[in-house]
């Protein structure tokens, strides 16, 4: 068995729950962190709570997605 990983277009815990239901056995973000980032890049700890939010949603995520 090769594990699968998905990594395009995911930005949402609906696309990770979606990805995970359907067999994927992880997700890679990318660009919706980047996109955190540069929207904060002038307020350093706004930046971190909304990457923290970010880590946390996605990851509560993939633990839910085996329910879809």
């Not at 277009?9 to 540069?38: C, L, M, N, W, Y």
């Not at 706004?46 to 996605?58: F, Q």
Request: net charge positive.
């Amino acid at each position: 068995r090769v594990p699968i990983a998905v990594g395009f277009g995911i930005s949402k815990p609906e696309h990770v729950r979606s990805f995970v239901g359907q067999g994927a056995d992880s997700v890679i973000v990318g660009s919706a962190i980047v996109k955190t980032i540069e929207r904060n890049l002038n307020d350093r700890r706004n930046m971190l709570r909304e990457l923290g939010e970010l880590a946390k949603d996605l990851s509560s995520a993939c633990r839910n997605g085996k329910s879809v």
